[in-house]
């Protein structure tokens, strides 16, 4: 009979940090890679535009009356476009702390100016009247007004022969017009910043399983 014996010549916490630190060097290789960022920006950007679409101004008769704006699914599909355009990662250096990595991958879509939003052509509209001709700033509006008076002393009467949008026209009332409650927002309350935070169990979910195929 033949005993073989066998030393190890590292203590099994040497070992777990030599492993750690191999998949350390691994991500940071992988991760890292302009590709597998560029794959990861695509991933989640495509995650956060479905979640737009998911947001109840999504084809909202309601809100196309109430802002005038007559082709509204065009262009809330192009303000879609522009904020998932903006999605931007910035990817740490991993590295070992203790027993565990250490690391982050940061997200950004739609700097809180929504400089690029509200610049974009679709985002305003002119209108000519007796009194002259009136830019009107709806997505302006939509994004940041909040539950403000904009149009003091007039509200919204149905008159479809008289409307731009075939239903509704501002009119002269003792009460003044804001973007309707249900859809009104601010900076940092809004369709878009509701539809990325809505989106982040899915976007967590995309970046956990991009590493677990890395490592």
Known sequence: MIVLSMTLKETEQEIG??????????????????????????????????????????????????????????????????????????????????????????????????????????????????????????LEWLLLRGDEPIILDYTVKHWPKRSRTQDLVMRRSTRSWSVPPEFSGVADNNFITRAINAAVPEIEKIIADEVRRKI
């Open 17 to 138: 940090e030599k492993i750690l630190k191999s998949i350390c060097k691994h991500l940071n290789k992988t991760i890292a890679n302009g590709q597998m960022r560029a794959d990861l920006t695509g991933r989640i950007a495509d995650a956060i535009r479905i979640s737009l679409y998911q947001q109840p101004e999504e084809g909202s008769e309601k809100l196309r009356t109430h802002l005038g704006v007559d082709d509204f699914v065009g262009a809330m599909h192009k303000i879609y476009d522009v904020v998932a355009g903006s999605t931007k990662i910035v990817v740490s250096f991993f590295r070992t702390a203790g027993n565990a990595i250490q690391g982050y991958v940061k997200i950004t879509a739609s700097p809180s100016s929504y400089y690029h939003e509200l610049q974009a052509d679709f985002a305003k509209y002119t209108y000519e009247n007796a009194g002259g001709t009136h830019v009107i700033p709806w």
